[in-house]
């Protein structure tokens, strides 16, 4: 039987509409507004189109949007002191750094600035910890999408065998807690996993994200498993016409679906729910800061 596709983009809108129904009730109750702050540092292209997408989607939920776009050499005291800023406006409730820094700024000091109580995309190390340990906190918003469409399509994960590939502090290490705190067996893999593809043959679910174009491919899924491809991997595509792209995940989608029993598609699967996680985590930070 061919595999569900997970419609992530269905899924987000309808998560958008959630959130902006709170945040319509919000204004109309308690003449609040959530407002989200997006810094961005320097010119990536990649990162410029995520941070546009955001504020577009924020205000569209009726949400304040404000963009904070800094020059590449920006200093980093004058980075904290405008998060110092940040976190003390009461109009923000969430405060995003937009990731990777230029690499003359210091990530975990940055990310360790943000008020806890702010850092909607849950890297904060007391986030961290909170997470870790099963309390409640600032979730990331990528591993809380995927969690979410897991959710969705299985009901219950709990004892299910689970195997993250990537270790990465934004995406594979938070996705494989929260399946950890939904009481999957987990495995993350890494570049250094001996036997990869047996251990990945294992899995009833299996999330990948390492951002390497198709690196998954369909004879490594157990029959009926249930795939999430969180890459987004841009490659060429001379077949569309010369210095033609397109969008890849990190697992090779059409073999990986005649294998497993659902599969997230790239674009369209786990990116849409990260940026409504996004909007919804900023929702639940402003709801925190007004009792
Ligand atoms: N860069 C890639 N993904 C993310 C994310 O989820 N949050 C931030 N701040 N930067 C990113």
Redesign the pocket.
């Known amino acids: 039987m061919p595999a569900k596709i997970i419609d992530g983009k269905a899924f987000a809108a309808k998560v958008r509409a959630q959130v902006a129904e709170h945040v319509s009730r919000l204004d109309k109750e308690h003449g609040i507004t959530p407002g989200l702050a997006v810094v961005l540092v320097g010119e990536d292209p990649a990162s410029q189109v995520y941070v546009r997408s955001k504020g577009k989607m924020t205000v569209e939920v009726g949400m304040k949007s404000v963009e904070h776009k800094l020059d590449v050499d920006t200093a980093e005291p004058d980075l904290l002191a405008l998060i110092d800023q940040l976190n003390n406006d009461p109009s923000i409730h969430g405060i995003?750094?937009?990731?990777p820094l230029p690499m003359h700024l210091n990530e975990d000091l940055v990310i360790n600035a943000i008020d806890p109580a702010k850092d909607v995309?849950g890297f904060h190390i007391s986030n961290v910890g909170l997470l870790g340990t099963g309390q409640k906190s600032m979730v990331p918003?990528?591993p809380l999408g995927c969690l979410m469409m897991l959710r969705d399509h299985h009901g219950s994960i709990s004892g299910m065998d689970a195997v993250v590939i990537g270790r990465s502090n934004?995406v594979g290490k938070p996705m494989a807690q929260l399946l950890l705190n939904d009481s999957a067996t987990v495995t993350i893999a890494h570049s250094r996993t001996k036997d990869l593809p047996d251990v990945v043959r294992r899995a009833d679910i299996v999330v990948a994200a390492v951002g390497r174009p198709e690196m998954v491919p369909g004879d490594w899924i157990k029959e009926g498993a249930t795939v999430i491809d969180v890459g987004i991997n841009r490659v060429d595509a001379p077949e569309k016409g010369e210095g033609k792209t397109r969008l890849v995940g990190d697992c090779h989608f059409e073999s990986c679906a005649e294998r497993a029993g659902a599969i997230t598609p790239v674009p369209g699967g786990v990116g849409p729910m990260?940026i409504a996680c996004l909007l919804a985590n900023t929702v639940t930070a402003c709801c925190r800061a007004n009792g």
């Not at 995003?96 to 990731?99: A, E, I, N, R």
């Open positions: 995003l750094v937009q990731l995309d918003c990528t934004i990260t």
